[in-house]
Each structure stands twice: as C-alpha cells, then as structure tokens.
C-alpha cells in the first residue's frame, strides 16, 4: 500500500510539471521511475497497468498544450517515450513473474523437503521399534551366556556340551586337563572316544 501511495504522489508530480512546462522539455521521461517503483508492488500484472497509465499521462499534456497544431517534434519525442515506458514495465513485468515463479519454487521445494523428512523420521521410528526388541533379546542372551560361563567355572560339576550325532561343542578346561587332550583334539572328537563302551548307553541318556 505504501508503494502505491508513493507512486501515485510522485506520478501526479510529473504530470502537473509536464502541464507547466513547455513540451519540448520531455518531463515525461521521470514516469520511468513510477514504473520501476511498480517492480516492488504483490501484482504481477502492476507494472503493466502502470505502463498504461503512465503512457497515457505521457499524451495527454502534450495534446493539451499544442491543441490541434501538435508539432512533429514533440510528437516523436513523446512516442519515444512511450516505447521507453512500455519496454520498462514489460521487463520489469518479467523480471517480477520470473521471480514469483522462483519464490514459488522454493516454497515448494521447502514443503517437499519437510514432506521427505517427516517420512524419514517416522521411517526411523519405526526401524528403532523394530530394532529395540531385538537388542534387548541379543542384550539378555549375552547375560545369559555369560552366567552360564561363570556358572560353570566355579561350579564343582563339569558342564559340556554335546551335539546329536555325539561330538563335542564345548569342552571346559577341566575336562581336558583330566583326559589329557587338548581342546581342539577333543573337538574333533566324540564324546564316545573317550567313554567305557558299557558307560556309553547311560551317557546318551543323561544328554
């Protein structure tokens, strides 16, 4: 609304010192600056109607002063201006639809960009609920695990562990040093290798 004011003020200007000064002095030139102040006005189409309007105001003294006997002179020398006038506000026109489109744009490339992290963050929330459970199970089996270790180092009873077709798959230390094998030989082994074939039968049992 200010921008409006003000052009209009300064517009009404130039048009009473067009009137009062002779028509060879081409005052009409300063409308230049009544278009380009269109450039900062919300209306894409402003800068055309101030054109226009300007181009009209540009006529209208020179008609008034010569009346009927409009010399040539001033005659081209206002068409001059008009033409200056009208290529100023259709660049200025452009120039402000070019930068509408960018700040529109923009502003759609914003709303797609917070679109595209909303998405994000709600993919991420999911993945972590997905991910938690998980962790705490691999978090408890590791406990787990590691009592079961302590249990069976300090545990008075020798805990191994056997597989279905007899092998070991894990052996404590104790139970090496007592049989005299090393872990890895006894890996290779089964446990049968080193059972009384009369013990074997009550062994299988007790797995």
Not at 18 to 42: E, G, H, K, Q
Not at 59 to 68: G, H, Q, R, T, Y
Not at 73 to 98: F, P, Y
Request: glycine share 4%; with cysteine.
């Amino acid at each position: 609304m200010t921008v409006l004011v003000v052009m209009s003020l300064l517009a009404g200007g130039i048009f009473l010192l067009d009137i009062w000064t002779p028509p060879s002095f081409n005052i009409a030139i300063l409308y230049i600056f009544v278009v380009l102040l269109s450039f900062f006005t919300s209306g894409r189409r402003m800068p055309l109607l101030c054109g226009a309007t300007t181009i009209a105001l540009t006529i209208i003294p020179a008609i008034l002063s010569e009346s009927v006997h409009l010399s040539w002179s001033v005659g081209v020398n206002r068409a001059i201006t008009a033409l200056v006038l009208l290529i100023t506000a259709w660049l200025v026109s452009d120039r402000q639809t070019v930068e509408a489109r960018v700040r529109d744009s923009k502003e759609l490339l914003e709303i797609r960009v917070e679109e595209r992290t909303a998405e994000l963050r709600a993919a991420n929330e999911t993945l972590e609920a997905e991910i938690a459970p998980r962790h705490a199970a691999e978090l408890a089996l590791k406990e787990s695990q590691e009592r079961l270790e302590r249990t069976e180092a300090f545990s008075l009873v020798m805990v191994t562990h056997v597989g279905l077709d007899g092998r070991w798959l894990k052996v404590p230390t104790r139970l090496c040093d007592l049989l005299g094998y090393s872990e890895s030989e006894l890996l290779d082994r089964t446990f049968m290798d080193v059972t009384h074939p009369d013990d074997v039968e009550a062994d299988w049992s007790q797995c």
